[in-house]
């Protein structure tokens, strides 16, 4: 009682590894676990829909945005910005000028 005869070990090996996609999706937190699940229950019999699930659950995830740490200023490394900025829109005028060139608001 209790024995987990050889069979059952074998069925739970093959089970083991007909969703080892979906298992490497679950360990690596993927966001799109459950579109891997779906291909890897439905078309993982073939032998493509198993190797396409595999692919994806190892696939690394894009990042669609990157964030700058607030408080920062990006500024481009080569030349500083000369002249006044202007607080509006955000861009910088020639030094001597009294008004913006891009929105003509009063420059300080």
């Known amino acids: 009682m209790g024995n987990v005869g050889i069979p059952e070990f074998a069925l739970l ?62 500024q481009h490394p080569s030349f500083p910005p000369q002249g006044k900025f202007c607080s509006s829109c955000g861009k910088y005028s020639q030094a001597d000028s009294r008004f913006c060139a891009h929105c003509g608001n009063a420059l300080a």
């Open 13 to 74: 090996l093959l089970l083991a590894l007909y969703f080892l996609p979906t298992i490497i999706a679950a360990v690596r937190k993927k966001r799109n676990l459950s579109a891997i699940l779906l291909v890897n229950l439905l078309l993982g019999w073939s032998i493509i829909g198993w190797i396409v699930a595999l692919v994806w659950a190892v696939s690394t995830e894009v990042v669609d945005t990157v964030s700058i740490p607030t408080g920062s200023t990006v």
